[in-house]
């Protein structure tokens, strides 16, 4: 089995859960990297958006922000926010979109927190705010959330709820208005979460090779249901040589 | 006649103009004089580390502007350096980052923290949106974006200040019932109100001596912020001849009528991105953070390495 | 005096309302005319739009549609009706449009008619529609009308009210949540009529030279004011000269 | 997969899909068989005397739809040739006209005067908001565009038929007090509703074999148009590899991934005109209405002179 580090397992994993035919929509970092390797591993007609306007990307080298002017390359066509929204929050399209987040805070729902620690008027830490993350999370139909396994940041509430997921459960979307669906899968530095088909409450899919279910639940600050965790299968040699030699050879995400 | 020669007060703010000439070259000082007061709702263009209107920004620093009430979705380095540098008031927001480099927006971080601005919320759709309402002239865009969340429900400025305030509409946003029933698989809608900013700074690739300019690449929400504003600056890299720029008009996208001054300012994105003209500078957005650590009183320290003004 | 045809004095009569710094919105036909020899008569710094998306054309040839190519040459952008029509709600640049309408009916507040004679439900005429004159009459501050003085088209009430004028009264734009102001004159193959700044209603501003007042009025379902009316000033040699041998030298509107 | 094999029905309409893949070129009888059944709700591209998509007009016309549920703005040659052919049974139309050719759109006229079509008017605008909204994926758009007009006031749906429809609004328009007070100077606004038509034929200068599409000039209310639709047929002058399309991604406005189907048409906008190719032909034009009084039953018959199919 070869070696291989946090990320190359964290993108891998997320790969894995891009369906074929879907638009994926990425923000800046490792979720490049999932989406750009998920075309080489299973889902070869999946295409990547970014919210700054460029539709189905092709990425010949990695951008460092999604305003970065690499986004554009081989774009099918190339706008602005206007239209990447639009076509997130259009029926036709928006249900085919996987929308790849993160946060600062997470809840069981899925529900994200990426503006602040502490009260909103007086916040302890502020963070960046929402960008677009609130608005994929509002249209799409499912969305992948990465996360820092700590138990500051799997917590009981959000200090301030700026992405929906599930709301307060299976219910709360379409109470608030909400068309599409939440969150399918949380993807840490340690495990794989699922959500519930009824409770809609997070549950361990999978821990990663070298801990266990428990040492993940020492990371957060609530309970998850155990009961259907397995151990991740850990990445190919064939996932690992995509990552390494055409995704990002100069490990530029990766790291050292 | 030039716009400024029609400027009269509405509402505290600076009343809408509109400059049919075809000469508004001028110098970024007097550009930033005539259009920018004191107070001025002000927003700027580019997205985190691409094409923010950083001479702009460095021209309000030096002229030491104060009581702006600024409006961005995702801005970075522009959003920073003027929050830094004491310039910002209030500000409606949705993302303040750079990107890979200096992500944490430390300067914007510091001042929320310590209530040095105001800071409202929203998201980048939500802010280009309401910009998208400012450019049509309507007072609201209806979407489904955050519904359920805290942006809906927390204000950042109170219910008392809004009211007295008439250059900010009386609420956040309304949440509303879809009245053509379940039309487009919609129950509820947000609308969120219309911006309309004093005075939009955008940085483009070429403008002609007219006003009419050209974005070339990802445009993000430039295009609405201009249309919105009652004043637009550009500033560009390339100065040109109207009749080149008009000889491909679908290739502009800010005709020369909404823009009532065009600045000559080459790296005027510097250090952010300039498509086809230059690349963010990393190594300069890589210092800027320790740079701030220890000297955090010297915003003007770092531009004179590019622009050298 | 030099000779000049109906259409010419119209064109003429048009144009010298055009104030410099105006951005005229242009249909088809004689309104483009207008709104060319104006930037040589008085309103060198006017500028010209269309529905269709070209924003400040310069017109090299006579378009024959606003949706003909040509009206796209020279412009300082161009993009499409979404685009244009924003610029006239918008209150910035929306105050500052003039737009040049007509019309298959017209009533006494110069509220329009351009979709059917008899009842909607089951018309006796059908016409082609609004097209962008209803949107151009609530938005922008003050229309020019051009109509054919006929008592089937000055009318005591017009049919089906396309096109918003003064509604019906001083208060009426207001009432119905309209912004901007209403016709400031209609100009006809026999006279150029105004509305009244108190009451808005039509009077007779002046009668084409070689006609009289009652000859108008003749032709009128409605009554109006006549006590201001005077003769036309006939074109100049110089403005013919504009329109001839500028504007329209292969007389493609100006006709034979 | 093509989008073909997705099609399942919706409320009688049909289904959304979307296709990302990246072979779509098929030829205009497979495409119209495929995407446009009886009774459809179809939306034409292109402006009065300018780029409607001739070539697929025909073909409808030669396959003898019925029933067609139409939306546009302002065409001319298209929706006429449409309804005077007895395609449709209801349009939704701000104007019919091409400009000073045949500008009576006399069988449009006709069918309307016998009740032979069902229509509903708006406005330009209002078409176009309606599009938007359906591209946005929104229910409605505000605006202030004929308060005070029978365009708000008299319906061409009744409705019963209305609310007995579930591919209709129940409303054809709202309007209602601006929640925000008097924020953007604004009152009242009236609320039109989204369009989402089944199918959305636009004729372009450039298309890619992937379905990425390149209008050249005036595009009018194209793009909105083929975003709202649930498919897209994109008939072109010129097919194009996808990568010489996306060397240049800014200059296309239609992305590949709501296109179902590219069928290469030369001249496929004629007799209306298709910007750096043709301009439109008013000997044909012209021709259109005497041939027409004298032979009313032959629509046919003209366009062999142009695409002979």
Redesign the interface.
């Known amino acids: 089995m070869p070696d291989y580090n946090a990320r190359e397992l964290m993108a891998v994993a997320a790969a894995r859960k891009i369906n074929d035919?879907e638009?994926v929509f990425c923000g800046?970092?490792i979720s490049m990297l999932a989406a750009m390797a998920a075309k080489h591993i299973s889902a070869p007609?999946?295409?990547i958006i970014f919210?700054?306007?460029?539709?189905?990307s092709?990425l010949e080298e990695i951008p460092?922000?999604?305003?970065?002017?690499r986004?554009?390359y081989?774009?099918?066509?190339?706008?602005?926010?206007?239209d990447s929204?639009?076509?997130m929050?259009?029926?036709?399209?928006?249900r085919?979109v996987v929308g790849i987040l993160g946060a600062a805070q997470i809840d069981k729902f899925g529900n994200l927190n990426s503006?602040v620690v502490g009260d909103?008027?007086?916040?302890?830490?502020?963070?960046?705010?929402?960008?677009?993350?609130?608005?994929v999370a509002?249209?799409v139909d499912r969305t992948i959330i990465f996360m820092q396994h700590e138990r500051r940041k799997f917590v009981s509430k959000v200090d301030?709820?700026?992405?929906?997921g599930w709301?307060d459960g299976p219910a709360?979307?379409r109470?608030?208005?909400?068309?599409g669906s939440g969150p399918s899968a949380v993807i840490s530095n340690l495990a794989v979460m699922g959500f519930d088909a009824d409770s809609r409450e997070m549950f361990l899919e999978a821990y990663f090779p070298g801990t266990t279910p428990q040492a993940v639940l020492d990371h957060m600050e609530f309970s998850v249901d155990l009961s259907r965790a397995r151990e991740l299968e850990p990445p190919t040699a064939a996932e690992l040589k995509i990552l390494r030699e055409i995704v990002d050879p100069q490990r530029l995400i990766l790291g050292g | 006649m030039l716009a400024i020669d029609r400027l009269h007060s509405n509402q505290g703010g600076m009343a809408p103009t509109m400059d049919t000439s075809t000469e508004k070259v001028m110098d970024l000082h007097a550009a930033v004089s005539r259009f920018v007061p004191d107070g001025a709702h002000l927003s700027i263009g580019?997205?985190?580390?691409?094409r923010n209107p950083m001479a702009a920004v460095y021209e309000l620093i030096r002229q030491k502007k104060t009581g702006l009430h600024l409006y961005a979705?995702?801005n970075?380095q522009g959003v920073d350096e003027l929050v830094g540098s004491g310039c910002v008031a209030r500000i409606e927001?949705?993302?303040?980052?750079?990107?890979?480099?200096a992500?944490?927006?430390i300067r914007?971080?510091k001042a929320?923290?310590s209530?040095a601005v105001a800071?409202e919320?929203?998201?980048?759709?939500?802010m280009?949106?309401r910009f998208?309402a400012g450019a049509m002239g309507v007072p609201f865009m209806p979407?489904?974006?955050?519904?359920?969340?805290?942006?809906i429900r927390?204000w950042?400025f109170s219910e008392q200040e809004r009211r007295s305030d008439p250059r900010l509409p009386d609420e956040k946003l309304v949440?509303m019932d879809n009245p053509f029933g379940a039309w487009?698989?919609?129950?509820?809608?947000v609308l969120v109100p219309a911006i309309r900013p004093d005075v939009t700074l955008l940085h483009v690739q070429k403008a002609g001596r007219d006003g009419t300019a050209r974005i070339e690449?990802?445009?993000?929400?430039?295009?609405?912020q201009a249309k919105a504003a009652s004043h637009v600056i550009v500033t560009c890299e390339e100065l040109m001849d109207a009749g080149e720029l008009r000889s491909q008009p679908h290739l502009n996208q800010i005709p020369g009528i909404i823009v009532d001054a065009v600045v000559h300012a080459p790296h005027g994105a510097y250090p952010t991105?300039c498509?086809r003209y230059y690349?963010?500078d990393?190594a300069f957005l890589n210092d800027y953070l320790p740079v701030l650590r220890l000297r955090p009183g010297l915003p003007e320290r770092l531009p004179h390495r590019s622009h050298g003004r």
């Open positions: 035919g638009i800046t970092g007609n999946s295409i919210e700054t306007g460029a539709i189905d092709q460092m922000a999604v305003g970065d002017p986004v554009m081989g774009a099918s066509s190339n706008t602005g926010l206007a929204f639009a076509l929050q259009n029926r036709t399209t928006g085919h503006t909103y008027a007086h916040p302890k830490v502020r963070f960046s705010g929402s960008g677009g993350a609130a608005d509002s249209f301030y709820l700026t992405s929906p709301l709360g979307r109470r608030a208005g909400l068309t | 580019g997205f985190t580390c691409n979705h995702s970075g927001i949705a993302y303040a980052g750079t990107g890979r480099f992500p944490t927006c914007f971080r929320v923290e209530r800071v919320d929203y998201s980048n759709y939500q280009t949106l998208l979407t489904r974006s955050a519904l359920g969340t805290d942006i927390r950042g949440v487009a698989e919609t129950e509820r809608v690449g990802l445009t993000f929400a430039d295009v609405e991105a498509y690349d963010y990393p």
